[in-house]
């Protein structure tokens, strides 16, 4: 059964950075999308980036292009999500998904996921 699980984040200034891990365990994940979503209170679950384990092609959400970095190393089934120049509205508690070949931004599309990692951003 594919595990996985979040760790890295926490309570950070606005302008800072942290750094999200994903582990998985359980499964091959040459054919998975990888995705990081986010939810905060009484908001929809929204895409934020999404990385092809085997190709490494990257999407990100228009609200995080140029300050969130997507990436993974396959020797340890780890994806990460680098997240500088971080803003209060990204505090939410954040998800890492996998699914195959899911339309990246759709998180019903996403069949595996964490139990979330909260962020919080203060001003």
């Known amino acids: 059964q594919v595990q996985l699980v979040e760790s890295g984040g926490g309570l950070v200034q606005a302008g800072g950075s942290l750094r999200l891990s994903c582990e998985a365990s359980?499964?091959?994940?040459?054919?998975?999308?990888m995705g990081w979503f986010r939810q905060a209170p009484g908001q929809e679950r929204e895409f934020v980036a999404a990385i092809t384990w085997s190709g490494g092609s990257t999407y990100y959400a228009d609200s995080v292009k140029g300050r969130f970095t997507i990436t993974r190393d396959k020797a340890k089934n780890t994806v990460y999500l680098q997240m500088n120049s971080l803003k209060p509205e990204d505090t939410a508690v954040y998800y890492c998904?996998?699914?195959?070949?899911?339309?990246?931004?759709?998180?019903?599309?996403?069949?595996?996921w964490g139990q979330g990692t909260q962020v919080t951003v203060a001003s």
């Open positions: 359980g499964g091959t994940f040459s054919s998975y999308t």
């Open positions: 998904a996998a699914g195959v070949r899911p339309r990246v931004v759709i998180y019903r599309e996403y069949r595996y």
